[in-house]
Every structure is written in structure tokens, then in C-alpha cells.
């Protein structure tokens, strides 16, 4: 593919697991030169380090959110790496276990981990804006919440008989394997509980561009947003 441009400002890509957003959210951002943040990846290796002090979803509110907050998460902001630091160790393959997602759901809904989570979010944006100028954010709420002022706001969606398949996919390559009805009850269980917590619930802003990506492959995804980026101005 020809090199676009270079991408200014940031593209706010939310939506639920299992939509292709980390492959075409990575892709863009290397496609334009820019940085790439992985908000989940985030959620996931506060949520590890919580596992890791012993506590689980029984455990005192109070307790998880001491924890979770005070997690030493350093996220890469290269798309081409999907590497990521608790501590200081690379947890990128660990934060994809089952231990994880069971609990990430849970450890995301407190307000307070999520305060903390998206302080932090917002310095990374901008830092690199101040440095390689463009960042692609993705997530749940990075269009709502965490860069409400985003050059461009993207939902992407597909059915959860898609996503589940995807995810059964993505989850091999990490080399875990699921049974695909226990990943289908999966994406249905987060779903619920992402789309139902009382702080930044999982749903499209109201600016947001809606994307539905169940007969779209990923090429295809990935030139609708590049032309979506032109269309707006925000290469140069
Ligand atoms: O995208 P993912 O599956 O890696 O995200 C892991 C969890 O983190 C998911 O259950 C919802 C939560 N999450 C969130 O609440 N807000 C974000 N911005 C990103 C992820």
C-alpha cells in the first residue's frame, strides 16, 4: 500500500472484543506513521497485577482498587509491538489468559480504577501528540470519555457469533485454546457487563462514525478509515 501520509491529531476507536479493533487500529497506525495505544491491554495488566496480589473478584473493592491503581503499567505506543510492561516484565501474552479475562471486566467497572487508568491514557495521548503528532486510541470509551475532542470517532461492530469467532482465533495465536461455545458465552458475558456498568458503560459517542465489520475484511476496514482520515484532513 502506499504510504498515505502522516496522521495528526487522534482516531478514537471503540467498540467490543472480537471486532477486529486491535488489527486495524494497529494497521492504521502504522500505515500513518503514528502511535498506537491499546486501552484494554491496559485495563488487562492493572487487572494481572491484582491476580498477582492475591485478590479475585470476592475480594474488597477497596483492596482491588489499591492495587490496580498503584500498578506500575507501561504500555508500548508502537503499533508494530504489542508488548507491555507491569513492573517492568513484559506481560503482553500473560494479560490474554484466562485469569484476566474473567476478571477485567470487574477490575474496569470500579470508577476509581478507571480514574486513574484514564489520567494516565490522556498523558500518553499527549505526550505523543506533542511528539510524533497523530496517535490511534482504541478501547471502549476513548470517544467518550478519554478524548471526547478525537479528529475522528470510529464504532466498529459485528455480531457476536463473529466476534466470539475472532476471538477464538486471536486467542489461539496467543496460544490459548477455548472451546468455541465457552468463547461465545465469553464475549456475551463481558458484553453484558461492559455495556451495563454505571461508569463509561461500552456504547458508541453520539459523533461517532459506525462501522459494521461482520462482511468486511480486514483490508477493507482498514481503506475505509484511511479514507476517513483523508476525508477529514488529518493526513499530511
Ligand atoms: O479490548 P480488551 O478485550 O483487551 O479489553 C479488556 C477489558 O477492558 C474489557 O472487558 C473492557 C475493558 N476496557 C474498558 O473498560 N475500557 C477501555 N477503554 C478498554 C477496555
Redesign the pocket.
Known sequence: MAVPGKLRGVVAM?GP?GTG??TVSRRLAAACGAAYL???????AA?LAVLRAGLDEQSPAADIVAVATAADVEPTTDPETSRIRLAGEDVAAE?RGVAV?QL??AV??LPAV?AA?VRR?RAIIAEELGGIGGIVV?????GGV?TPDAALKVYLTASEEIRAARRGRQDAKAGWTADPAVTLADVRR?DR??ST?AT?P?HAAADALILDTDDLSVDAVLAELLRLVAERGLLT
Not at 482504541?138 to 476513548?142: A, H, L, S, V
Open positions: 471503540d472484543s479493533k486491535s491499546d486501552t484494554g491491554a491496559m485495563y488487562r487487572t494479560i479475562t477485567v471486566s474496569s467497572a478507571r487508568l491514557q482504541e478501547g471502549r470509551d476513548i478519554v463481558r457487563l461492559d456498568r463509561s461500552l
